[in-house]
């Protein structure tokens, strides 16, 4: 096991009525408060009214920025940084899923710079400031209630890339399953593709001795699994809903990945398919996922074949290629039956940008850690895909 520092300083507030202690939460930290949000589900929902009542409840003023797209637009971010610049804003409430959070996020880092915020995401300058965050999260997914990162799409080329600082923590994250009731069943999968995703990325690892991780990682996947396809035929299902939402917390919190090198190749490649085609995250990674474990399966038989046994139940024969296979034609069902794509063909993505997304993709470095792929291996990847 290799040594860490793990800090996850973000407090949780979960369960029922949560969000009614947004405005007492949100005191704590600012007086005057960007509310950034989505294209609307939280009106429609009844989520919004709830929220501005609290924040008015504590005298905080208000000055909201919404219409966050799915895969976040840099144009926006650059819009709420002038707005909190101009307004003396000292706090940012994200309420909805990752794309508010993480537009949210690259506001608040943003805001605290004197030059482009893109400088973080293309650049790799070093985040050293940022205005605190909280968050009302209506969607388990991406995980960046409690995440160190956001990821964000420059319409200029669209490229979607990330910037990563514990500053961008979330001071508070209020997740009251019941406000998930109203996900539409395809959100609600590819939510779940995500977390199983963020799981995977650190579950295959060259590491050996981090039994009690790769246990972690096993039961979170199989819970997922099992929540999600109660939650996709009972929309209501509250134990189902709140196992999925606390799972999709801590897929991602960064505990799964204490004591290993994390991979999140397939990450790096879906993000291509997300900024240039603009597929919902998950549906991209239900894709390129089982595409990238037929590529790199043979670097460790054993590992695969203990994901297919522990995940799947099925049995380890002799012939690991064959309970390695067996796991992912598994997860590839799986996904199927959820109701996602797994192949490119099915969102309409043709072979035209392969060269271009694994250019991109691999720009300035091999990208994985499993194994380390370079712009072929991507175009393999991308054609087992297809
Ligand atoms: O915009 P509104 O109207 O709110 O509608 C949203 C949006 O259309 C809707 N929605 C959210 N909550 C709802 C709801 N509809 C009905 N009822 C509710 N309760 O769902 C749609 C998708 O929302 P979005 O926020 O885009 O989804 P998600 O949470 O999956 O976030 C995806 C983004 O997160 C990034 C992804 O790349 C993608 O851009 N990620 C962020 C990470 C991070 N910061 O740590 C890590 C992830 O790997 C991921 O890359
Ligand atoms: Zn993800």
Redesign the pocket.
């Known amino acids: 096991m290799k040594n860490f520092i793990y800090n996850n300083s973000t407090i949780i507030i979960f369960g029922k009525d949560s969000e009614q202690k947004v405005g007492f939460e949100t005191k704590k930290y600012g007086k005057k408060v960007l509310l950034h949000?989505?294209?609307?589900?939280?009106k429609r929902?009844g989520l919004y009214d709830k929220v501005i009542n609290s924040l008015k409840k504590e005298e905080i003023d208000v000055i909201e920025l919404s219409g966050?797209k799915?895969?976040?637009r840099l144009s926006l971010v650059r819009e709420g940084i002038k707005l909190v610049k101009e307004n003396n804003i000292d706090f940012i409430l994200a309420v909805?899923?990752?794309?508010?959070?993480?537009s949210a996020k690259a506001i608040s880092i943003g805001a605290m710079y004197d030059k482009d915020v893109w400088d973080f995401f293309d650049k790799g300058v070093e985040i050293k400031a940022a205005l605190p965050i909280g968050v009302v999260l209506?969607?388990p997914?991406?995980?960046?209630e409690t995440?160190h990162?956001?990821?964000i799409t420059n319409e200029d080329g669209w490229y979607k890339r990330s910037a990563a600082s514990i500053l961008e923590r979330p001071k508070f994250a209020i997740m009251n399953p019941e406000?998930?009731y109203?996900?539409?069943n395809y959100?609600t999968a590819?939510?779940a593709t995500?977390m199983i995703a963020?799981v995977m990325e650190r579950y295959f690892t060259n590491e050996k001795n981090v039994e009690y991780t790769d246990q972690l990682c096993e039961a979170t996947i199989r819970v997922i699994m099992d929540s999600v396809k109660i939650c996709l035929n009972d929309n209501h299902n509250y134990a189902s809903r709140a196992n999925l939402m606390w799972a999709g917390t801590n897929a991602?919190s960064g505990i799964l990945g204490t004591g290993r090198i994390e991979d999140w190749a397939s990450?790096g490649i879906e993000?291509e398919l997300?900024g240039i085609y603009d597929i919902t995250?998950?549906a991209g990674l239900a894709i390129i996922f089982p595409a990238w474990m037929k590529y790199v399966y043979k670097h460790d038989l054993e590992r695969f074949a203990r994901f297919a046994n522990t995940v799947f139940g099925i049995k380890i024969n002799n012939d690991l290629h064959e309970t390695s296979l067996q796991g992912i034609k598994r997860l590839e069902d799986f996904f199927a039956e959820i109701g996602l794509p797994t192949k490119l063909s099915e969102v309409n993505i043709s072979t035209d940008k392969f060269e271009e997304m694994a250019i991109k993709a691999t720009k300035n470095h091999k990208i994985g850690n499993f194994v380390k792929l370079g712009k072929e291996d991507v175009i393999n990847i991308l054609n087992l895909a297809k």
Do not use: F, W
Request: one cysteine or more; glycine letters at 20%; hydrophobic letters at 25%.
């Open positions: 949000y989505g294209g609307g589900s939280i929902s966050v799915p895969n976040p909805g899923g990752g794309s508010v959070i993480d209506t969607l997914a991406a995980g960046s995440s990162s956001c990821v406000l998930t109203t996900l539409p959100q590819c939510g995500d963020h991602h990450h993000h997300s995250h998950g």
